[in-house]
């Protein structure tokens, strides 16, 4: 039998205090004059725990009976994840400017 | 706390819609999801006949976007109508590997935010390719580039490049202001909806039922409201903006935050005029360096003043993919919102009248994975969009 972990308020709590400090240290750092790549390195670095924390904590896959295989099947799709980001989203050549024409803005215009 | 089984017993459930029958392995069956997917179905296909390019060029699509709509809502109510008897006693379970005695809707869920996960997924590598295939508007800009090619306001040409939305949502706080309330708004209705949860699954006789109705509403109903508030935002962002006061003893000059729609950065932007204090610093870096070819393409529209080049010229730019892929990913975001509102009025109407008990809270449970996942996209959707 699966059971559904519910956590004491304490651990909610801490979960929501941290979520917000990370968020207002990610908007602190873009009003910062940290140069870009600094400003991405931040961004990324707040974004992965936050990811993690709310998953984690919110939707209950830590410390579940069924975590294991609940994180699994939300884990599932990382594969075509990476494959659209890396042939897609990084290596595809001329993909913004070998467009054919049926796929450019104007194209449908009536 | 664990959560309560119950066998699928043969067991007539009586409904507002008939008998559910639950000894046939047929546990909440309903015709609500089918009727409102046809009913969606009408809606998107015609919406997408009606609008070309966010102009209407079919008005006899109307009536059946009226009718889609009004077939989704009649789907809903159906469900609302099943689910509002329905008392969660008889929750079904798998019974095959890999989910074996795990709730077949908690299943389902993760199953579907799996999916929805590829669609955001598609969204944000779009957005990648875009963004790293296209040269930025501010490099081409600083070089000159556009000067050169006479893709300035006069000749009606435009330079196809990149600029991100944070050029002009991260360029004041004031700006970023509605994005980062709304994030905090996002974080914070996933804490209230798990205090919401928390409750309604408190042991009966560990409190007092009325204080268990008065919380669970309560809690939704901050969620709904928080809800409300990230698309009101959402709405001042793209198509209102708002008005700064004259405020001496805080330093605040009376101005105007003007909309992303108002600055121009919209789909239809295929000549867009940046105007955010770029600076022609590699042109005057050329002029230094080899003031014969600045003389020959540049002398008689620009000037050097104090290291930077000053030019009457206006460069135009056509920015469409950009601003596509910013709206359509946060558009899409905003979607998922605006559904979770709809869920969260029913949910909170249900806890109002008393409807959640240890026995079905799991529905809240279910509805606030959504919910936290539309809180998820929110933490990536933010920063790369709005801040970077």
């Known amino acids: 039998m699966s059971e559904h972990k519910i956590f004491g ?15 207002a240290i990610e908007v602190v750092a873009v ?35 069924d975590s294991k295989i609940l994180t699994l099947t939300a884990l599932f799709p990382t594969f075509f994840i ?29 | 706390m664990s959560g309560d089984y119950h066998g699928d017993d043969d067991h007539e459930h009586q409904s507002a819609w008939g008998p559910h029958d639950w000894s046939h392995g047929a546990p909440h069956n309903s015709w609500a999801p089918i009727i409102m ?54 929750e079904p379970r798998a ?42 508007c501010v490099e081409i800009y600083e070089s000159g580039s556009w ?25 004041s706080w004031f700006h970023i202001a509605p994005g980062a309330i709304n994030t905090f708004a996002l974080i914070i209705s996933s804490f209230t909806i798990v205090q919401a949860l928390r409750w309604a699954k408190k042991p009966v006789g560990s409190v007092d039922e009325e204080v268990r109705r008065k919380r669970v509403y309560r809690y939704l109903g901050s969620t709904w409201i928080l809800a409300i508030i990230f698309l009101t935002l959402k709405m001042v962002e793209w198509f209102v903006g708002f008005y700064i006061p004259e405020i001496g003893f805080l330093g605040l000059h009376e101005h105007d935050i003007v909309s992303l729609v108002n600055e121009g950065y919209t ?61 359509v990913t946060t558009g899409t975001h905003g979607a998922h919102v605006f559904i979770g509102i709809i869920g969260l009025t029913y949910m909170t109407w249900k806890a109002w009248t008393g409807g959640y008990t240890p026995q079905n809270a799991v529905s809240i449970e279910y509805f606030g994975l959504y919910w936290h996942f539309v809180d998820l996209i929110w933490v990536l959707v933010f920063p790369f969009f709005y801040l970077y």
């Not at chain 1, 308020?9 to 990370?22: C, E, K, P, R, S």
């Not at chain 2, 000067?147 to 360029?171: K, M, R, Y």
């Not at chain 2, 002029?287 to 000037?303: R, T």
Request: with cysteine; hydrophobic share 50%; net charge negative.
């Open chain 1, 31 to 65: 009003g910062s004059e940290f140069s870009k790549a600094m400003t991405l390195f931040i961004l990324v670095g707040i974004a992965i725990p936050k990811f993690i924390m709310i998953a984690a904590i919110f939707m209950h896959l830590w410390g579940d009976k």
């Open chain 2, 37 to 90: 997917s046809i009913g969606i179905g009408i809606f998107l296909y015609t919406v997408a006949s009606a609008y070309s390019w966010g102009e209407m060029v079919d008005p006899s699509s109307i009536p059946l976007i009226f009718l889609g709509l009004t077939i989704s809502f009649f789907g809903m109510i159906i469900w609302w109508r099943q689910d509002a008897s329905f008392d969660g006693i008889y």
């Open chain 2, 95 to 136: 019974t095959g590997t890999p989910f074996q005695n795990i709730q077949i809707r908690k299943v389902a869920m993760w199953m579907f935010l799996m999916s929805e996960m590829m669609v955001f997924t598609s969204l944000f590598s779009t957005y990648m390719r875009y963004r790293l295939g296209l040269t930025p």
């Open chain 2, 267 to 327: 789909i239809h932007a295929d000549h867009y005029h940046p105007h955010h204090g770029w600076e022609d610093t590699h042109l005057a870096e050329l002029a230094a360096a080899n003031p014969s070819e600045f003389e020959e393409y540049f002398a008689n529209i620009a000037s050097i003043e104090g290291g930077y080049v000053t030019t009457d010229a206006v460069m135009m730019a056509d920015i469409r993919v950009s601003t596509s892929t910013f709206f």
């Open chain 1, 9 to 23: 308020q304490d651990i909610y709590w801490a979960n929501f205090i941290g979520l917000m400090v990370l968020t």
């Open chain 2, 147 to 171: 000067i050169v090619n006479s893709q300035t306001i006069d000749s009606g040409e435009a330079v196809n490049c990149f600029l991100p939305a944070s050029e002009l949502i991260a360029s």
């Open chain 1, 82 to 110: 990476i494959v659209m980001v890396l042939f897609i989203g990084l290596t595809h050549p001329e993909a913004t400017t070998g467009l054919p024409e049926w796929c450019r803005p104007g194209y449908y215009k009536l």
